[in-house]
């Protein structure tokens, strides 16, 4: 036999003999007394994903039917988009109002700054015709006190004393009412800017229903998208439970999406087990829908508590009636790789005996 016949025998053996070692590893670990832990409270499960509409809506189509393998970004279901499309030309119209009142409140501010210009002005005036007046006053005592000094001497007649006295007594007259006047100004002037603060107020809160209206146009908007429910993952239709024609709402499931792909065992260990099994150990999984194909895992987590602690009714030990009862741990085991041949067959709910080395 030839040098190159010899290495080439040897590589084909070579998987062989390293398929006898695991073969035998195996069988001396599980034969060995001590050498595993097992339990056969363990079920295949995956992290099933509920599909739910997040719109009130009719159902157009149901795209998918039971059983079928989607993708993620599949279209699932579609809605009727004629009332999600009329809620977006709602809001957009109360959009349009609300920048309308914006507007308004604007426009109003503007115009009580031109009535503040106005009546600052008339102030104005008012002040300049009471500066007048009171000269005219100065003026007119003036003239009564010389009249009054010729009537006593006897150099004017009574009808021109009688004018002067007239005319000054219509000057402090004038005067008062120009006095008057500009006191009612000057409480057009406060009342007018009083109503600044109410102005601006009314601005801010047309503002504020702008935003409110702005965004409920952007959810409206966004809302129509929804109209195409479309898978979020990769996964198996499962419980599907929506027709054409029904009448959806938010939240509620309309169908199930299993990843097969992504299955894992969760075995439920005694306590009086748990002590021995830790994070990455293997584990023989001897499946009953597999009878003569046992399959690889790996040990990957605990649960933060006893299978008892997360029931409906977790028990309580202190209701004075006490009987003691061997809990158990869940122990989350993850398939290993290379056996996708196996786990195509499999089903989430499938039952399975777990066996952990601990060796």
């Not at 000057?171 to 406060?190: F, G, I, M």
């Not at 099994?277 to 584990?283: D, E, F, K, L």
Request: proline share 4%.
């Amino acid at each position: 036999m030839t040098q190159t016949e010899t290495k080439n025998r040897r590589r084909a053996l070579l998987p062989l003999l390293t398929a006898l070692a695991v073969g035998g590893a195996g069988a001396l670990w599980l034969a060995a007394p001590g050498s595993q832990v097992s339990t056969d409270d363990a079920y295949l499960r995956a992290d099933d994903t509920s599909i739910a509409p997040q719109v009130k809506g009719r159902v157009l189509e149901v795209l998918v039917r039971d059983h079928q393998r989607v993708v993620t970004g599949a279209p699932l279901v579609r809605l009727d988009p004629d009332d999600l499309a009329a809620r977006t030309r709602a809001a957009a119209a109360d959009l349009q109002g609300a920048r309308a009142n914006v507007q308004a409140a604007q426009a109003a501010l503007t115009s009580l700054d031109a009535e503040e210009q106005l009546a600052a002005a008339q102030i104005t005036t008012v002040r300049a015709g009471i500066v007048a007046a009171k000269a005219r006053v100065a003026r007119t005592a003036a003239e009564q006190s010389r009249h009054e000094r010729l009537a006593q001497a006897g150099a004017v007649a009574q009808r021109e004393l009688e004018l002067s006295r007239t005319g000054a007594l219509d000057a402090t007259a004038n005067a008062d009412r120009s006095t008057a006047q500009l006191a009612v100004a000057q409480r057009q002037l406060e009342l007018t800017r009083s109503r600044r603060a109410s102005l601006r107020a009314a601005l801010a809160q047309a503002e504020a229903g702008v935003a409110r209206a702005d965004a409920a146009f952007a959810l409206a908007r966004q809302e129509q998208g929804y109209a195409v429910i479309r898978a979020p993952v990769d996964g198996s239709v499962g419980a599907l439970q929506v027709h054409r024609g029904d009448i959806v709402q938010p939240g509620s499931a309309l169908m199930t999406l299993v990843p097969l792909e992504r299955m894992y065992v969760v075995a439920y260990f005694k306590e009086t087990q748990s002590e021995r099994i830790v994070a990455g150990q293997p584990v023989r999984l001897d499946i009953d829908a597999l009878p003569d194909q046992p399959l690889r895992g790996t040990v990957e987590s605990f649960a933060p508590g006893t299978g008892a602690q997360f029931s409906l009714l977790p028990f309580e030990p202190g209701t004075g009636n006490f009987t003691k009862i061997v809990q158990r741990v869940p122990v989350r085991i993850a398939l290993d790789g290379g056996q996708e041949k196996w786990l195509s067959k499999l089903r989430p709910g499938l039952s399975v005996t777990a066996r952990v080395a601990i060796r």
